[in-house]
C-alpha cells in the first residue's frame, strides 16, 4: 500500500531539467508584466522628446557639450521609438 499525498514534498529535490522549466517561466511572466508599461513610457518619451530638441536647436550646436547632448537625446529617442512602436497596438 502507497501513502500519496496531494501535497508536493519539498524535501525532494527537483530535477534540473524542472527547476529550469520553473525559472523560465517565472522569467516569461516578469518580462510579459514589464512590457506594457515599458512600452507606454517608451511611447510617450518619443512622443515628448523632440520638443527638448527645439531649445538645443536654437541656441546652435555650438560647444561640444551641446552637440553631445543633442545626440543623445536624438539616440535616446530612436531608442524610444524602437520600444514603444508597439504600444497600444491590439
Not at 519539498?10 to 516578469?30: F, G, I, L, T
Request: charged letters at 15%; hydrophobic letters at 40%.
Amino acid at each position: 500500500m502507497s501513502n500519496h499525498s496531494p501535497l508536493p514534498n519539498d524535501s525532494v529535490p527537483r530535477s534540473s531539467q524542472e527547476a529550469e522549466s520553473q525559472r523560465n517561466s517565472r522569467s516569461r511572466r516578469v518580462v510579459s508584466s514589464l512590457k506594457e508599461p515599458l512600452q507606454f513610457l517608451s511611447f510617450w518619451t518619443a512622443i515628448a522628446l523632440p520638443f527638448v530638441h527645439v531649445p538645443l536647436l536654437l541656441q546652435g550646436l555650438d560647444g561640444p557639450h551641446v552637440t553631445a547632448a543633442f545626440l543623445s537625446l536624438l539616440v535616446a529617442n530612436l531608442l524610444a521609438l524602437y520600444v514603444g512602436h508597439e504600444y497600444n497596438q491590439s
